[in-house]
């Protein structure tokens, strides 16, 4: 069983900055994947950004590349998102997720273990 909890979130302002962190705990060895979803009100989960350990390959949303960086420190158990020029638009709750197979790596279904999420407001 694998651990993930958030932390980070809050309010902002347009154009400002805010860095999220998640730390990974538990049953860790083979993890394939780590990613940041958001969620808003209203809306489904969408993915932001997500990592493979392993390789470092990192893939983004349209609408957050360029603009937000997904990273982890060089033991893997904490996982990052800097996110930069912050819109309105990024409001949301905002989870980490980790999984050990699959295909589609901002597919949130395919994500078996996830934190209790960060909300992020931008106004």
């Known amino acids: 069983h694998v651990q993930l909890v958030e932390s980070g979130g809050g309010s902002v302002q347009v154009g400002d900055s805010l860095t999220l962190t998640c730390v990974i705990s538990?049953?860790?060895?083979?993890?394939?994947?780590v990613a940041w979803f958001r969620q808003a009100p209203g809306k489904e989960r969408e993915g932001v950004a997500a990592?493979?350990?392993?390789?470092?390959?990192?893939v983004y949303a349209d609408s957050v590349r360029g603009r937000f960086t997904i990273s982890q420190d060089n033991a893997k158990s904490n996982l990052y998102l800097q996110m930069n020029s912050l819109k309105p638009e990024d409001t949301a709750t905002y989870y980490c997720a980790a999984r050990r197979r699959g295909s589609c790596l901002l597919d949130w279904t395919l994500y078996e273990n996830w934190g209790q999420g960060t909300q992020v407001t931008v106004s």
């Open positions: 990592i493979q350990p392993g390789t470092d390959t990192t």
């Open positions: 538990g049953r860790t060895a083979g993890i394939d994947s």
